[in-house]
């Protein structure tokens, strides 16, 4: 257990449903990710957030995702109108960055799988 | 485009033996190598590599990273059925921690 807690691990639903996927990273961690894993892929980059600010987006998140870390603690990530191909492992990770330090070690939350019938 | 390329993609050896599993990298303002462990859940650190030439180590476990030729090793010795499992090999850029995964090598150690 890495300290990374994600909401639900696994989800079913019906294509064109919203759902909705809640991460609370290591409590003193400022910078939160989100990554999408298919099967036989490594984790592919999503959205990333210093405190409560998104700071960068992947071109993979389409104007169906949308995620927020509102008060710079947990994230939530939404998905609306679910297609198939959004069957996948969200996995969440977090890393605390201090000052100038590089290269922080990012822990991964357990992940939710996400089924779309 | 940035990539990250890991070979083999599957590998299957018998407990006992050393195995090397390798990643080369094309990444613009490159700044680590990563390496992790993946068993069914959420990948787990290994190793984070900056320097060319300096050997990490931990247990039965090494790697090292070649900056000029963008290629990175991890070697398994003596290895165990508890070594079967997924390795990533990850690179981070220099903008924002952003890391960019290889597609992983599926490590089976079978008795």
């Known amino acids: 257990d890495t300290g990374v807690s994600q909401d639900p691990r696994h989800k079913i639903t019906k294509r064109g449903q919203n759902v909705t996927f809640r991460c609370d990273p290591i409590?003193?961690?400022?910078?939160l990710y989100w990554y999408r894993q298919t099967l036989g892929q490594g984790p592919e980059f999503l959205t990333y957030?210093?405190?409560?600010?998104?700071?960068?987006k992947s071109r993979l998140l389409s104007d169906r995702f949308s995620a927020e870390r509102p008060k710079g603690s947990f994230s939530t990530l939404e998905i609306q109108r679910t297609e198939q191909g959004d069957s996948a492992m969200y996995l969440c990770?977090?890393?605390?960055?201090?000052?100038?330090?590089?290269?922080?070690?990012?822990?991964f939350g357990p992940g939710t799988r996400l089924t779309v019938l | 485009e940035d990539k990250v390329v890991q070979s083999p993609l599957s590998l299957v050896v018998h407990e006992g033996d050393t195995v090397t599993l390798n990643c080369s990298y094309e990444?613009?303002?490159?700044?680590?190598l990563l390496w992790y462990k993946q068993e069914k859940k959420a990948p787990t650190f290994l190793f984070m590599l900056?320097?060319?030439?300096i050997e990490k180590k931990s247990g039965r476990l090494s790697s090292i990273l070649d900056k000029k030729e963008l290629f990175s090793i991890l070697n398994i010795t003596a290895t165990q059925t508890g070594d079967s499992a997924v390795y990533l090999c990850?690179?981070?850029?220099?903008?924002?921690?952003?890391?960019?995964f290889g597609p992983g090598t599926s490590l089976s150690v079978i008795p």
């Open positions: 990770a977090s890393s605390l960055a201090k000052g100038l330090a590089r290269n922080n070690e990012q822990f």
């Open positions: 409590s003193e961690h400022n910078r």
């Open positions: 957030f210093q405190n409560e600010a998104q700071l960068e």
């Open positions: 990444v613009t303002n490159f700044r680590s």
């Open positions: 900056t320097s060319s030439g």
């Open positions: 990850a690179a981070t850029k220099t903008s924002y921690d952003k890391v960019i």
